[in-house]
Nanobody, 115 residues
Framework: QVQLVESGGGLVQAGGSLRLSCTAS????????IDWYRQPLGKQREYIAR???????NYKNSVKGRFTISRDNANNTAYLQMDNLKPEDTAVYFC?????????WGRGSQVTVSS
């Protein structure tokens, strides 16, 4: 069964950094575009970054220049490096990919940024 597991979240002060990981099991991520989303408490889930199969990144404007998405196909893992974190980045972060019309999500990783 395909599973995605996010990890690396935690509590950090404003201006700090965290690196999230998204690891897959029962499937190779190397042939899929990977997205990161986040969902602040009480708000809708929002797209924040994407990495193509070829490794080309795309970012939501509010995280551009602070977040870096990457992938390590050998380890079947995608990453989201988050620098200069702000309190408004506080949310549960999810990774996602689509396969044959089906969307796969992990359970998320909580990121809390204190001011």
């Amino acid at each position: 069964q395909v599973q995605l597991v996010e990890s690396g979240g935690g509590l950090v002060q404003a201006g700090g950094s965290l690196r999230l990981s998204c690891t897959a099991s029962a499937i190779s991520l190397s042939t899929y575009t990977i997205d990161w989303y986040r969902q602040p408490l009480g708000k809708q889930r929002e797209y924040i970054a994407r990495i193509s199969i070829e490794g080309f990144p795309n970012y939501k404007n509010s995280v551009k220049g602070r977040f870096t998405i990457s992938r390590d196909n050998a380890n079947n893992t995608a990453y989201l490096q988050m620098d200069n974190l702000k309190p408004e980045d506080t949310a549960v972060y999810f990774c996602n990919f689509w396969k044959s019309g089906e969307s796969y999500w992990g359970r998320g990783s909580q990121v809390t940024v204190s001011s």
